[in-house]
């Protein structure tokens, strides 16, 4: 998606009348982000960004600071302005906190998510785990995204639910190369949550959960120790 579509996205699912201009440069910026389109230690010009998302320098500058605030952008000695890099440590970090929070939005979901829900996103990794390793898959990517969205959704806590969307949006632009495929192991993993959400099982969806998170620090760990 190029910048000019992201913001016609982003305009296009508006839907509340009015909605800054600020606003929709953050969210279009955002999406650029997440696309990579603006990638780690990019030079980031205000002035291009501006003409290609048709707006003044004037929200879009509201837009920066709050990416900067939010840690996505950062100004260099010199002033210039690039997209962040997000160290592996950090990234670590981010992984910590994930394990817990999510584990407990886990604890909090079991037994309190649709069932038809979670019965179709079963489905869905089904038809994930027939298709060859080394297949593109963007259903596998957006059946992850909705189950972690779906139980952080019905853990009941907004605060919560908030934490982690905001982690999840860290960890998902984290750039470490390429790495080994986990998706037969991750539908293993999920198909195992699900069950204990079925189940209204708390505590195993929760340890679930936390091994889930796991075994990607673990395949990082392993990755930094060359193995």
């Known amino acids: 998606m190029n910048a000019k579509t992201a913001i016609e996205s982003t305009v296009a699912q508006a839907a509340e009348p ?17 696309s990579g389109e603006l990638a ?62 999510e584990g407990e939005a886990a604890r909090l979901a079991a037994g309190r998510v649709s069932t038809l829900e979670l019965e179709h996103l079963k489905s869905r990794i089904g038809e994930a785990l027939k298709l060859p390793d080394d297949a593109v898959t963007p259903e596998f990517a957006s059946s992850d995204r909705d189950l972690h969205a ?54 195993h969806a929760q340890k679930a959960m936390q091994d889930h998170v796991d075994q990607v620090r673990l395949m990082i760990l392993a990755r930094l120790g060359g193995q």
Do not use: W
């Open 18 to 34: 009015g909605l800054a201009l600020s606003e929709l440069a953050h969210k279009a910026m955002m999406g650029m982000l997440l």
């Open 40 to 101: 780690p230690n990019e030079v980031v010009t205000e002035r291009q960004i501006a003409i290609q998302l048709g707006i003044s320098r004037t929200p879009l500058r509201e837009a920066v600071r709050r990416l900067e605030g939010e840690r996505f952008l950062e100004r260099q000695r010199s002033g210039a302005l690039v997209v962040r890099a997000m160290p592996v440590e950090e990234y670590m970090h981010i992984l910590n906190v994930r394990r817990i929070v």
């Open 150 to 203: 779906l139980i952080a959704q019905a853990s009941g806590n907004p605060v919560l639910q908030q934490v982690i969307d905001d982690l999840k949006t860290r960890t998902s632009m984290f750039k470490f190369g390429r790495l080994p495929s986990r998706r037969r192991s991750v539908c293993a993993e999920h198909l195992e949550i699900i069950e204990a959400l079925l189940n209204a099982d708390g505590q």
